[in-house]
C-alpha cells in the first residue's frame, strides 16, 4: 500500500487538528486504518473477519490518549464492526483505563457481541476482575445471560475460570446463586466440573475454594442438569475427593442417578483408571461411609478392571460386604506385573474371598454400618472407641485384607 496523493491531503487536514504534537502521529495510523476501503482493517492473517474502528485499535494496544482523541472527535462509541464494541475489547484485553473512560462517555453495560456476550462474560481473567467491578459500580446486569446456546450469567463464567474473588463480588451485588444455564447447569455444577485441569491432570484450589464459597452461599447442592447430573456426579467424574466430601456434607445424595442410570459411585468407577492425580479409595470411601449403594457383585470384576494399580481402592469397596466371593473374570482383570508388584495385597484379597467367612470382627463391623447405614460418617466419629477402630468402621484401607 503507497502513501498515494488521494490519502496525502486527509493526513494534512487530519495533522492540522489541534492536538499536542506526540499524539499526532499515533492519531494519523488509526485514521489511516480506520478509513482504508470505506471501512474498518485491522492487520491480521484473517482479512476478511479483521474489521475494527480507530476506537477499538486504540483499546487493543492500550492507546488511551489517541482514545480520548477519537471521543473527543465524536467517534462511534458502542460501534461493533468485528462483534465486539470497544468496551468489549476492553474487558477483554483487561484495560481498565480503557473501561472507565469508555463508560464515561456512555458506553452501553449490557451490549451484546455478536457471539452473544456481554463485557461481563468478557471479564474471564484475574486482571480483568478490576475491569469487571468497574461495570457493575456502574450499572451492568450481574444477572444478564449469554445471547446465544450456552445462556451463562457472569456468575457462570467467573466459576468456570475460576475467578474466587469475582464469584464473591457478583453474589454481594445480586448475582442470583442458583441461575441456570440453558443445559440446567448452576456456577457450582460449572465450577465443580471445571475444577479439574484436563490437560494437566490437575485440581484447581481456587475452583475448590468457589464451590466452598457457592455452598456457603446456600447454593442447591442435588440441584440436576438436563441430564440429571447433580455436582456431585461431576466430582465423581473428576475422581475428586475434595470436592466430594463438600458436597455430602453439605447434604448431596450418594445416590442420586442421572439420564444414564448411574449414581456418583459408577462415575468414579468409570474414570478411577484414567485420573493419575486422583485418590479413588478416599471418593469409594466417602460415598460408601455416606450410603452409598455398593457395586452389584456379579459385577465386581469391573472394580478390578479399573483400580487393579490402586489396591487401596479394591480394599474399601472388598469391606464394604459382609462377603463375596472370588471368580476367574477377577484373575483376568488383574496385569501380571500389577499381580506381582502387588502380590500380597492380591494373596489376601483371594484367600478372604474364598469359601471360608470373614473374621468376626469385620461381620461386626458391617452390622454395624449396616445400623448406621447414611449416618456412618456422622456417628462413628462420636463413638467411645479408640482410633484405630474407629478408622476400620470407617473403612480406612490397611494395605492388607483379613
Avoid at 482523541?69 to 465486539?84: F, Q
Avoid at 456481554?118 to 486482571?127: D, G, I, K
Wanted: with cysteine; hydrophobic share 40%; net charge neutral.
Amino acid at each position: 500500500m503507497s502513501w498515494g496523493p488521494n490519502l496525502l491531503p486527509g493526513a494534512i487536514e487530519l495533522l492540522q487538528i489541534p492536538i499536542a504534537p506526540q499524539q499526532k502521529l499515533s492519531y494519523f495510523f488509526f485514521h489511516f486504518l480506520a478509513s482504508y476501503k470505506q471501512g474498518y482493517w485491522l492487520p491480521s492473517y484473517k482479512l476478511k473477519s479483521s474489521w475494527a474502528t480507530g476506537l477499538h485499535l486504540s483499546v487493543l494496544f492500550g492507546h488511551v490518549e489517541c482514545l480520548l482523541v477519537l471521543l473527543d472527535h465524536n467517534a462511534t462509541i458502542n460501534c461493533r464492526p468485528n462483534g465486539k464494541t470497544p468496551l468489549h475489547v476492553a474487558c477483554e484485553m483487561a484495560n481498565l483505563d480503557c473501561v472507565k473512560i469508555l463508560c464515561d462517555r456512555g458506553a452501553k453495560l449490557n451490549c451484546y457481541s455478536l457471539s452473544g456476550h456481554t463485557a461481563l462474560h468478557f471479564c474471564t481473567t484475574p486482571s480483568s476482575i478490576l475491569c469487571a467491578k468497574q461495570l457493575v459500580w456502574r450499572g451492568a446486569n450481574v444477572n444478564m445471560k449469554t445471547n446465544n446456546q450456552d445462556e451463562e450469567t457472569p456468575l457462570h463464567t467467573a466459576a468456570h475460570f475460576g475467578l474466587a474473588e469475582l464469584v464473591a463480588f457478583y453474589v454481594e451485588h445480586g448475582a442470583i446463586v442458583d441461575s441456570v444455564n440453558a443445559h440446567m447447569e448452576t456456577p457450582l455444577a460449572i465450577a465443580t466440573y471445571w475444577a479439574l485441569r484436563f490437560k494437566e491432570q490437575e485440581y484447581s484450589r481456587e475452583h475448590h475454594l468457589i464451590c466452598r464459597m457457592l455452598l456457603d452461599y446456600k447454593a442447591e447442592v442435588n440441584a440436576r442438569d438436563d441430564d440429571f447430573k447433580s455436582p456431585l456426579h461431576k466430582a465423581a467424574w473428576n475422581c475428586d475427593h475434595v470436592l466430594m466430601h463438600m458436597m455430602l456434607e453439605a447434604g448431596a445424595e450418594a445416590n442420586l442417578v442421572d439420564i444414564n442410570g448411574c449414581a456418583a459411585i459408577q462415575y468414579v468407577l468409570k474414570v478411577t483408571s484414567v485420573r493419575p492425580a486422583a485418590q479413588p479409595e478416599i471418593c469409594y470411601q466417602l460415598l460408601l461411609n455416606h450410603g452409598a449403594a455398593r457395586i452389584y457383585p456379579p459385577q465386581f470384576h469391573k472394580v478390578i478392571q479399573a483400580c487393579h494399580s490402586c489396591p487401596k481402592a479394591i480394599e474399601v469397596v472388598v469391606n464394604a460386604y459382609e462377603h463375596i466371593r472370588w471368580n476367574v473374570k477377577w484373575k483376568r482383570a488383574i496385569p501380571d506385573d500389577d499381580l506381582e508388584k502387588y502380590w500380597d495385597f492380591y494373596h489376601s484379597l483371594f484367600t478372604v474371598c474364598s469359601n471360608s467367612p470373614r473374621t468376626l470382627m469385620h461381620l461386626s463391623r458391617c452390622a454395624i454400618r449396616r445400623t448406621l447405614h447414611s449416618r456412618c460418617h456422622r456417628v462413628i466419629p462420636l463413638l467411645s472407641l479408640p482410633l484405630s477402630l474407629k478408622k476400620y468402621l470407617l473403612l480406612e484401607p490397611e494395605g492388607i485384607i483379613y
